[in-house]
């Protein structure tokens, strides 16, 4: 099967460990992968494409369209929107509430959030149908043999704000 995983970031983000991890089973299964994204932070076993991604001018947003259409017509693509099969988003932290995304519905056919609180918000705040959410926990397992140590303990004390 041949893969798009698009990332919108400029930093590292839990996203960015959480498709890294995806994209190395992907790849072990033997799939093909392509990774898109404005910058990335660790070395994917993928094609990588560079594009920004995460540039709000509307000129750049449309190029972006074109050269995604052109890079998934041109891979045969098999997973991604745009080409008869459903779009899977998942969402890692609250999502910034805007008019548009109320009105437009700009997060695909299916939707996973890596907790109860960002199903919720989806529903409350921009009125996504609740049987398009599954709560999926981030699959990121850590243990100690993989870290080489123990994590540490929990800060104590208070925080004044």
């Known amino acids: 099967m041949r893969i798009l995983h698009a990332l919108s970031q400029t930093e590292l983000t839990g996203s960015e460990v959480y498709a890294w991890e995806v994209i190395q089973y992907q790849v072990k299964c033997g799939h093909s992968v392509t990774v898109v994204s404005d910058c990335l932070h660790r070395d994917f076993p993928a094609d990588v494409v560079l594009l920004p991604l995460s540039t709000r001018s509307v000129w750049t947003r449309l190029r972006n369209i ?6 998934i017509r041109d891979k045969d693509i098999d997973v991604v929107g745009n080409k008869n099969v ?4 998942s969402l890692h932290g609250r999502q910034h509430s805007s008019l548009s995304k109320r ?12 907790c109860e609180a960002i199903r919720d918000q989806l529903v409350k705040d921009f009125g996504m149908d609740p049987h398009k959410l599954e709560v999926l926990r981030n699959p990121v397992s850590v243990s100690k043999e ?12 208070r925080l004044a704000l």
């Open 146 to 157: 993989q870290s080489g140590s123990t994590p540490p303990p929990p800060p104590r004390g």
């Open 86 to 89: 459903p779009l899977l988003t």
């Open 103 to 114: 009105i437009f519905d700009i997060y695909g056919d299916y939707v996973i959030s890596i």
């Open 66 to 71: 074109f050269q995604l259409r052109r890079l």
